[in-house]
């Protein structure tokens, strides 16, 4: 008897320890349908949803679930443009903004003398956002170029010239959504942006029904902005801006009740519009300029000597690209990697040109025919990529050591900050989660990577939802996202306990 338990219970270690050994590869089998399940239910329905989750160690699909359809990604774009961006530009790249004192040059009128604005395409130029984390105003960057050109020529010059010929001159993408592109987040694309190219304007309420006070900023004393907004005491703060497409004309709009964050409205022209501001501080300076223009496509601005110089690191770039999911950041990149590659002006046709060449040389000639780039930032509804081809694009950043780290850190931790701050609420994350979301109308996104940093190991996911009716929330859309992560670490969790080392003989 002794004999037959001591042989069961042998038998029954053994068993025990084959089902420990089993457990991970049953756990990996069992993910896609568990991750069917997810997209079967009801609260989804009409929705079209593509999953794929890759282990970047060993390039093999734990789940790939629609993996190959081809869908609109919204601001999951974004992982593309500044991933290619990264590998193109290296890590240690610098948009470096100039202004250019050329004393021998000749202006309107016979006056001596030239500045030139170089631009490099630097999104981060006045970023107010930025300029806030450095105690700095918009007022106080004018101020330097003002000083430094007072330095190089205190009797004036001839004239001041914007270069921002490092980017071609086609400001808006022709596929973005019209009715939009008065709003921040459809602001114009130039060689020279500045403010984030758009104008601030901050409210002040008066008497009960009263225009309020404006201000804007940056300060633009030859704007003049139509006030159609009125003071109240009660009800909603529902102050709006709008910019007429055809004239430029700005009008505001709306109850305002408090004087709280500024109304943004994008501007036109940003490259002639720092001109101008630039012009207007050198005028209160009695340093008038006689002209003021934009470089001519052919003219020859490249002698004189740097007098002042704004610089913003990638890095930097990158932070507001991907946590903040600001698209001019990501259309500045988009188009600084055509003008890297080609030599010619950045544009939209030669950037994405680039993209695809890199997507191609990294993960394979097919990869750049599966994929659509339209526009660096997923503002346009003709991108197009496939759940599969993202996952295996994270997989290959995460796998390569001199971008491994650079890129995922600027991608924002989910529940922490960014676009992820108030995301993944009621779930638990016992690893980290650095992600990208996205969103248009029936459109949402959540591409990233779960790391365990204690093993090394992690698991890279791709989640894209398309055709969402209506009447499927875009909350149920965002959960069952979450879900799909909270298995991705789920599965990185019993690879852990697999791997660990035994004890005992």
């Known amino acids: 008897m002794i004999r037959i338990n001591a042989a069961r219970r042998v038998v029954g270690l053994f068993a025990l320890a084959a089902l420990v050994a089993l457990a991970p590869a049953a756990v990996a089998q069992s993910i896609p349908g568990r991750i069917e399940r997810l997209l079967m239910d009801p609260g989804l329905s009409g929705s079209r949803t593509g999953v794929v989750l890759l282990d970047p160690e060993t390039g093999e699909a734990i789940a790939a679930v629609n993996a190959d359809e081809s869908l609109i990604p919204a601001s999951n774009m974004k992982i593309l443009t500044s991933g290619a961006a990264l590998a193109v530009l290296g890590r240690d790249f610098r948009f470096r903004t ?68 490092v980017f071609d001159r086609q400001f808006v993408h022709p596929t973005w959504p019209v009715q939009q592109l008065n709003r921040w987040y459809c602001a114009e694309v130039s060689g020279v942006n500045f403010h984030t190219n ?115 690191d990638l890095a930097t770039v990158l932070q507001r690209c991907n946590v903040d999911s600001h698209n001019l950041y990501a259309e500045a990149l988009i188009k600084r ?22 997507l191609s040389q990294r993960l394979g000639a097919r990869a750049g025919q599966t994929i659509t780039v339209a526009d660096g930032s997923g503002m346009s509804r003709e991108n197009r990529v496939t759940p599969r081809m993202l996952a295996s694009w994270l997989a290959s950043l995460a796998s390569d050591p001199a ?33 990208k979301s996205g969103y248009l109308t029936g459109v949402s996104s959540l591409s990233g990577m779960v790391s365990d940093r204690t093993s090394g190991r992690s698991v890279v996911f791709s989640v894209i939802t398309n055709d969402k009716p209506n009447r499927v929330s875009l909350a149920a859309v965002r959960d069952m996202e979450e879900q799909v992560v ?20």
């Open 198 to 312: 758009v104008l601030s304007i901050f409210t002040e309420p008066q008497g009960e029904g009263q225009p309020p006070r404006l201000t804007l900023e940056p300060a633009a004393p030859w704007l003049s902005v139509r006030n159609k907004a009125r003071s109240v005491r009660t009800g909603n703060h529902t102050a709006w801006a709008a910019r007429d497409l055809s004239t430029g004309a700005i009008t505001l709009h709306g109850d305002i009740r408090w004087a709280n964050d500024p109304v943004e409205v994008a501007m036109s022209d940003n490259a002639g519009f720092v001109g101008q501001l630039l012009a207007d501080r050198l005028a209160r300076a009695g340093l008038r300029p006689a002209t003021v223009r934009s470089a001519e496509p052919d003219e020859d601005l490249t002698k004189g000597k740097v007098i002042h110089a704004v610089v913003t």
């Open 403 to 435: 971008l491994a780290r650079p890129f995922f850190e600027s991608l924002p931790e989910a529940g922490e900050e960014g676009t992820l701050k108030k995301r993944f609420r009621g779930k638990e994350l016992r690893y980290e989660v650095r992600a």
């Open 486 to 505: 909270v298995l991705a670490q789920e599965w990185l969790e019993r690879q852990a306990g697999a791997e660990r080392p035994r004890q005992g003989g």
């Open 98 to 165: 100039e202004l250019v004192h050329d004393p021998e040059a000749a202006g309107a009128n016979g006056a001596q003398g030239r500045i030139v604005l170089r631009g490099s395409g630097d999104p981060a130029l006045a970023d107010p956002e930025l300029l806030k984390s450095m105690k700095m105003t918009v007022e106080d960057l004018l101020d330097a170029w003002v000083e430094a050109i007072k330095k190089a020529s205190p009797l004036g010059v001839g004239e001041l010239v914007v270069d921002d010929r």
């Open 337 to 358: 990697l055509g003008r890297e590659v080609t030599g010619a002006p950045g544009s939209w046709s030669n950037g994405s040109a680039v993209l695809r060449m890199v």
